[in-house]
């Protein structure tokens, strides 16, 4: 493993173990980069795994676009536009889902194994709001 050099505006080469771990009921999130890690301005991208079984529920991001690559694992993808249409699709590794800004959607864990999505938000932002729910558990980067 390679350590993550200091820069003067952020870190260019950064890997999960940097990075402090957001763990909620559903599973985890590491953000990779964001302002606090990479001073990245316009996006924020991170890794999210889904216990199985488990998900986000039916949410949005007002003013945020936002695309899923899915690593790893089988699930349900629910993305609802502006005018109330529902599209549901099972989806697995190497699938991505683009969300419009501020559409709804939804990531449920269909498999027996973890479900492992690369999420990327443009502009940056929720991964900061993610932060202040009461029911997220924040661990320390375990280097840095």
């Known amino acids: 493993m390679t350590e993550m050099a200091p820069h003067a505006d952020g870190a260019r080469f950064v890997q999960s173990d940097d990075v ?3 763990v909620f009921d559903w599973g985890t999130l590491h953000w990779l980069s964001e302002p606090r890690v990479t001073d990245a301005q316009r996006y924020s991208q991170g890794v999210v795994r889904l216990k199985p079984g488990k998900g986000h529920t039916r949410h949005n991001h007002p003013g945020v676009e936002e695309t899923l690559y899915v690593v790893s694992g089988h699930g349900r993808q629910l993305v ?5 249409h529902q599209e549901f699709r099972e989806i697995g590794a190497g699938d991505m889902v683009h969300i419009p800004i501020g559409w709804f959607h939804e990531t449920i864990n269909l498999g027996a194994d973890e479900l492992v999505i ?5 502009p940056h932002g929720p991964e900061a709001f993610l932060r202040t729910l009461p029911d997220v558990k924040i661990l320390p980067a375990k280097r840095g």
């Open 118 to 122: 690369i999420a990327t938000y443009a």
């Open 80 to 84: 609802e536009s502006a005018n109330g």
């Open 20 to 22: 402090e771990t957001m």
